[in-house]
C-alpha cells in the first residue's frame, strides 16, 4: 500500500495547464482514494479495536509481549541490512549506467528489467536451489577448498537478506540513475581542474548531489521490505520472521483479525512516520523546489 | 436515450448472465496435483452426471472463506479444508450443515464425517528419509528426535497443525492412547531440543524439495508426497511407525450460492469410484470404506488405510476446540 503514495514523490507535479482546476476536477480522485484506501484502512482499524472484544487489548498484547517486539525489531533489521547493502550495490552501478555508452547501458537496463519481470517466487525459488547446503555456491566454495563444511546460507538471516538485496536493488539503482544522469559532468570536470582527487569528486561533489536519489530510493526500498511475505517466508528460518509472515498468520491461519489489523495498522503507522520525515528532509528537492 | 440503451443492454445481459452462472458450480481447494487429481476424480464425472460445470478456484484461505461468508458475498460452492478447520469453522457458524440424504454416509469413514464435514482424503505424517543420503534411515518418532543417533537437519510442517505435536509426545514416550488433551509444555520442551536443526515446510513441494536434495535428508511428510518422490527416482525410505493421520474436509460455507448443487458434488466427490480415483492419483486414502476394493493392490497398498496397525488418529475435535490457543502458541514459539 506504501508504495503508491511513494510514486507520488518520485513525480513531478503536472504543469499548471495540465492539471484540473477546482474543486470538482479532484473529486474523481478523492472518491478513488476513499472507496479503495480509506474505507478498507477504517475497516482495518476498527476490527483491530472491535475483535474479539472492544478496546484496546489487541495493541496492548502486541505491544506487551517479547514474541512480537522481536518480530518488528527483525523486520527493522532485515528491512534496514537490505536498504543499506542495496546502496552500497546500487551505487556504483547506477553510476556506471550513467557514465557508460549508451548501447552498453540499454542492455544492462534490459537485464535489470527482465529480472523485475521474472516471477518473484521463481527467483526466490532459484535462490533457495544455488544457496541450499549442496547449492551451487556451496557445492563451488567447496570444491575451491575454501571452505570444509557447507556454510548455511539459507534458512537464516543470510538467506533473507541475500535474496531480498537481489530483488531490491532495481528500485534504488533506477532513481539513482535518474539523479545522476541529470548531474552535469561538468561539475565534476570543474572540481578535477581545481585539484580534486577521484575520492574527493566522489565524496564532496558526487554523493551530494546524489543525495536525493538516495533518499527516494533508500526509503522505497525500506518501506517495501518492511511488508515483504514472499522471499522472507521462503528463504528465512521462523526465527527471523517478518511482520507481514505475523500478519498473515494471524488472518490466514488463526483467523484472528482484530491481531491481524492492529500489526497492519502499526506497520502503516510506521509506513507513513518515514514518509513523512522523508518528505520533511528530502521532499523539496525531488519535486524540483517550491 | 443513448443511456437508456445502454442501461437496457446492460440489464438484458445481466438477466442472460445470473441464470447462467447458476449451472456452475465453484470448488476451491489447494491447488497443485492434489486439485488437478480432484478435477480429474471428482469434477468430471460430476459434470457427467449432471451437466453442471465446476469451476476451479483457490487456493483455499480461510480469511477469505470468513470474508465471504460475513459479507454475505460468497462465491465458493464447495471448499476443500483441513479437518480441524471444518470442525471449528461448523461450530463458528461459518458452514452449511449437510444434507445427508443426498450424500450418503452410510459408506463413508466414521472418524471423518460431522454434520457440517465429511472427509475428502485422508493423509498421514510419516517419517521420510533419503537414505542415499544418510548412513542410516530413522524409523521412530523417537529417532526423529534424537539428534546424537541421527545428526542433521530435519523436517517439518510449519503450521499450526495437528502432526508436529504429536509427532514430539510421542518422541518422548506418551502412549498414543494418551495423547489427548495434548500436553502442550512436554511437547515445546521436546521440541527445544531439536528446534535449532529443524528446517519448516510450508508446502507439500518444498517438502519433497528438502528431502530430494538432502538440504533435509529426513522429517516428517505427507505420505504422499514420499510416494511422488519415490516414483520421481529418490532412494526414498518411508517410516509408516505411529503414522500420524489427518484429513481433509469438503465443508459449503453459509450462504454458497448453489446449495442443493454443492451437495450432489459432495455426494459424487465422496462416492466408491471418485475416492478410488482420488486415491490412485495422489497416494492418499479414500474415505469411503468401499473405495478400496476398486483399486488394484499394488496402489492400495501404498496408502494409509493399509497401515492401520501402528496407526495414531490426530483428534479433530480436540483440535477444533483448541486450535487457536495452540496456535498462538506454537508461532510464538517458533519465533523464539
Known amino acids: ?290 | 436515450m443513448k443511456h437508456t440503451f445502454a442501461f437496457t443492454a446492460l440489464a438484458a445481459i445481466m438477466a442472460v448472465a445470473i441464470p447462467a452462472k447458476a449451472e456452475t458450480l465453484v470448488f476451491s481447494s489447494w491447488g497443485g496435483t492434489t486439485q488437478d487429481a480432484q478435477k480429474a476424480a471428482w469434477a468430471n464425472p460430476y459434470t457427467e452426471k449432471t451437466g453442471l460445470q465446476v469451476v476451479q478456484d483457490g487456493p483455499t484461505d480461510y480469511g477469505k472463506l470468513k470474508a465471504m461468508v460475513e459479507a454475505n458475498q460468497v462465491t465458493w460452492d464447495v471448499v476443500d479444508v483441513e479437518g480441524d478447520y471444518a470442525a471449528q469453522a461448523g461450530k463458528n457458524g461459518l458452514l452449511e450443515k449437510l444434507d445427508f440424504s443426498v450424500i450418503d454416509k452410510s459408506k463413508l469413514d466414521p472418524r471423518f464425517v460431522t454434520d457440517y464435514s465429511v472427509g475428502s482424503f485422508y493423509y498421514s505424517f510419516v517419517i521420510g528419509c533419503n537414505a542415499d543420503a544418510v548412513a542410516a534411515c530413522p524409523k521412530t518418532w523417537a529417532d526423529l528426535f534424537d539428534t546424537a543417533k541421527f545428526p542433521g537437519k530435519r523436517t517439518f510442517y510449519k503450521w499450526s497443525a495437528p502432526g508436529v505435536i504429536e509427532a514430539a509426545l510421542l518422541a518422548d514416550g506418551v502412549a498414543a492412547d494418551k495423547l489427548y488433551p495434548l500436553d502442550l509444555d512436554r511437547a515445546f520442551k521436546k521440541l527445544d531440543t531439536i528446534k535449532s536443526e529443524i528446517i519448516w515446510w510450508s508446502g507439500g513441494a518444498q517438502s519433497q524439495q528438502l528431502l530430494a536434495s538432502a538440504e533435509a535428508p529426513f522429517g516428517s511428510l505427507w505420505n504422499g508426497r514420499m510416494t511422488a518422490l519415490a516414483k520421481s527416482g529418490v532412494n526414498a525410505e518411508t517410516s509408516w511407525e505411529q503414522n500420524i493421520t489427518a484429513a481433509d474436509s469438503l465443508v459449503v460455507p453459509k450462504g454458497a450460492p448453489n446449495l442443493e448443487a454443492a451437495m450432489k458434488f459432495i455426494a459424487v466427490a465422496t462416492s466408491a469410484e471418485p475416492q478410488a480415483a482420488l486415491a490412485k492419483a495422489t497416494g492418499y486414502a479414500p474415505i469411503n470404506l468401499e473405495s478400496a476394493k476398486l483399486m488394484d493392490p499394488e496402489t492400495a497398498k501404498t496408502l494409509p488405510d493399509r497401515q492401520t496397525a501402528s496407526q495414531v488418529n490426530a483428534d479433530m475435535s480436540y483440535w477444533a476446540e483448541n486450535r487457536d490457543a495452540i496456535g498462538e502458541r506454537w508461532y510464538a514459539w517458533q519465533a523464539k
Request: aromatic share 10%; proline share 6%; glycine share 8%.
Open chain 1, 1 to 290: 500500500m506504501s508504495t503508491y503514495s511513494d510514486a507520488s514523490s518520485v513525480s513531478a507535479p503536472a504543469p499548471r495547464a495540465l492539471r484540473p482546476t477546482g474543486f470538482s476536477g479532484v473529486v474523481p480522485a478523492l472518491a478513488f482514494v476513499a472507496i479503495f484506501f480509506i474505507v478498507p484502512v477504517a475497516a482495518l482499524l476498527l476490527r483491530s479495536v472491535l475483535e474479539p472484544v472492544p478496546g484496546f487489548g489487541n495493541y496492548a498484547e502486541l505491544l506487551g509481549s517479547a514474541t512480537y517486539l522481536k518480530i518488528f525489531a527483525n523486520t527493522f533489521i532485515v528491512s534496514g541490512l537490505v536498504t543499506a547493502i542495496s546502496l552500497l550495490i546500487g551505487f556504483p552501478v547506477a553510476w556506471a549506467l550513467a557514465i557508460m555508452p549508451g548501447r552498453l547501458a540499454s542492455v544492462i537496463f534490459a537485464i535489470l528489467l527482465l529480472s523485475m519481470w521474472t516471477n518473484l517466487l521463481a527467483r526466490t525459488y532459484a535462490w533457495m536451489v544455488l544457496l541450499q547446503r549442496t547449492g551451487l555456491i556451496n557445492k563451488m566454495l567447496m570444491g575451491m577448498g575454501l571452505i570444509n563444511q557447507p556454510l548455511p546460507l539459507v534458512n537464516n538471516l543470510t538467506g533473507v537478506t541475500i535474496g531480498m538485496t537481489y530483488i531490491m536493488l532495481p528500485f534504488i539503482i533506477l532513481p539513482l540513475y535518474g539523479v545522476i544522469k541529470k548531474i552535469d559532468p561538468a561539475i565534476l570536470q570543474a572540481a578535477a581542474l581545481c585539484g580534486a582527487s577521484l575520492w574527493q569528486c566522489l565524496t564532496r561533489v558526487l554523493l551530494p548531489l546524489a543525495v536525493p536519489g538516495m533518499a527516494a530510493g533508500a526509503l522505497m526500498v525500506f518501506v517495501m521490505s518492511l511488508g515483504y511475505f514472499v522471499t522472507p517466508s521462503l528463504l528465512g528460518g521462523t526465527a527471523n520472521m517478518m511482520l507481514a509472515e505475523l500478519i498473515a498468520q494471524f488472518v490466514q491461519s488463526l483467523v484472528n483479525w482484530g491481531m491481524g489489523g492492529a500489526a497492519a495498522l502499526v506497520l502503516l503507522v510506521v509506513t507513513l512516520s518515514l514518509y513523512v520525515v522523508q518528505l520533511r528532509f528530502f521532499g523539496s528537492q525531488n519535486t524540483g523546489g517550491r
